[in-house]
């Protein structure tokens, strides 16, 4: 028999990477905190559609509301469990599968934040393995149905990495490389944490400053002000990963000192960043995705901030860095948040720092 395999958090990421691993006949159950979300996926299955090239399908899936996770113990346990969940309900949602675990299954973070560390302090390190999902670009747009704001990456860009926390490659890294490969590119990579960090950078660039602006990627990047702003963002995270030792990826396609000299005012750098990030919005359906953090904003639920540019603010302290515009994003997105502010690019442009 294969293995048992659950999503925990059935959002764009958990959903999307599901879908295509029950569609392919993998044993997949869904395990959700909308009451809504799980009872379409009953009644009328998952549902992934592509903004283009690629046909929507409907998949019938095995879904469960948190509250029926018991009945879990009536059949063999999991041996693969994807924990997709935002990063503020990483503990409890680790704590709240473990037990209905197989005795060597393992963990798998497949999140947007740094969560690796929260996982192995409930399940223990050698049960916890990382996975990235670069640029993917997927909302959960109405229940049951995960909608992706591009076709697949294929060849052009490897959208996911999956990786030990100690860098070695295994073969159960190459297992969830394999499950996560039936929905878009993927690799096993040996460098983990610079992956991670550099997605981490990614998302702190363009994530809070949708969030509190209320834009779209594209609208953000044809502003002067916001691009060189998204610069600075990530010119501050990309120093504190150097300095934490990390051997940074590539970010947004571009090598990360470009970025970190275009956000600290080197010229060549920032023109160079300019015409690379204008031509990306200049492609067919380019930049029209809104980012997670600003989808959550929509819907007025609570943002990761805490998690992103918040935690580069935590993690620069360790190494003696400044980040006034990372602490700035947060403590604004943090008022958007609690309505104190409404959404406007004003917020930031007053900053002054781009």
């Given amino acids: 028999m294969g293995a048992r395999i659950a999503i925990v958090g059935t959002g764009a990421v958990g959903g999307y ?41 409907t998949v019938p899936v095995k879904a469960l509301h948190i509250t029926e996770l018991q009945h879990v113990t009536k059949e063999a346990p999991f041996d693969i469990v994807f924990v997709c969940t935002k990063s503020y309900d990483t503990a409890w949602a680790t704590a709240m599968i473990k037990q209905y675990m197989a005795p060597n299954a393992y963990v798998v973070s497949l999140q947007n934040c740094i969560n690796e560390e929260t996982i192995a302090g409930i399940v223990g390190w050698g049960k916890t393995l990382g996975a990235i999902a670069s640029s993917i670009t997927v909302d959960l747009c109405e229940p049951g149905h995960v909608r992706r704001a591009s076709g697949k990456k294929g060849a052009g860009h490897t959208v996911f ?6 860098g070695r490659i295994t073969d159960r890294a190459k297992e969830i490389t394999r499950l996560v490969a039936l929905a878009d590119s993927a690799l096993t990579t040996e460098n983990l944490w610079g992956e991670r960090w550099s997605k981490l950078v990614a998302n702190a660039m363009g ?11 594209k609208d953000i990047l044809t502003d002067d002000g916001l691009r060189n702003f998204t610069a600075r963002l990530g010119s501050e995270a990309i ?33 160079h960043y300019d015409e690379h990030r204008l031509a990306e919005v200049k492609k067919a359906g380019g930049g029209e995705h809104r980012p997670s953090m ?50 406007d690019k004003k917020h930031i442009l007053a900053l002054r720092m781009n």
Wanted: proline share 4%; net charge negative.
């Fill in 207 to 217: 994530n809070g400053v949708s969030a509190s602006t209320g834009l779209v990627t």
């Fill in 239 to 271: 120093r504190v990963g150097q300095a934490l030792g990390y051997t940074l990826e590539e970010i947004h396609h571009l090598d990360p000192e470009v970025i970190a000299k275009a956000g600290e005012g080197d010229a060549k750098a920032r023109a």
């Fill in 161 to 166: 990495r999956v990786g030990e926390v100690h």
């Fill in 17 to 57: 990477a599901g879908a295509h691993m029950a569609r392919a006949g993998e044993d997949v159950t869904f395990v959700d905190f909308w009451p809504e979300n799980v009872e379409t996926m009953r009644k009328k299955g998952l549902k992934i559609s592509h903004l283009k090239d690629v046909p929507e399908f």
């Fill in 294 to 343: 600003g989808q959550d904003m929509v819907k007025g639920r609570r943002t990761e901030i805490e998690y992103l540019n918040g935690f580069v603010c935590d993690k620069a302290k360790d190494v003696g860095i400044a980040t006034p515009a990372n602490a700035a994003l947060t403590d604004i997105v943090k008022r958007v948040e609690k309505g104190e502010l409404k959404p």
